[in-house]
């Protein structure tokens, strides 16, 4: 019987299965297209920390670098809620202590 898998891991692997689907999803982040489903779904399954054949501590950090926790995803990128264009309408405002900042942080200073 397969785990449950949290919210969180569901949205990674949605998103690696949509890269996958529309040809975008490649290995090692800049190597060759993905064009095996079983590989896709190995990925996917990695970046959510989900992956049976790694430890637990393993499994939970990976899952703290998917794009999703970094704000890096497609979605984010267009709607121009990226950390990186968040932080660089910070520098454009000249926001004091910025680079420290995390994106809800960075969101909150430029809401003020």
Do not use: C
Not at 8 to 13: C, P, Y
Not at 26 to 45: C, M, W, Y
Not at 71 to 99: F, H, I, M, N
């Amino acid at each position: 019987m397969a785990r449950q898998q949290t919210p969180a891991q569901k949205k990674t692997v949605e998103r690696v299965m949509h890269e996958f689907k529309h040809g975008g999803l490649r290995t090692g982040g800049d190597g060759p297209t993905v064009r095996n489903p079983k590989q896709a779904i190995a990925i996917a399954l990695h970046e959510a920390g989900a992956s049976n054949g790694e430890s637990p501590k393993a499994n939970r950090k990976n899952l703290a670098r998917t794009k999703e926790r970094r704000g890096e995803t497609a979605r984010d990128e267009a709607e121009g809620t990226s950390k990186a264009a968040l932080y660089a309408e910070a520098r454009k405002k000249d926001v004091p202590g910025r680079s420290k900042m995390s994106k809800a942080q960075l969101r909150h200073a430029l809401d003020r």
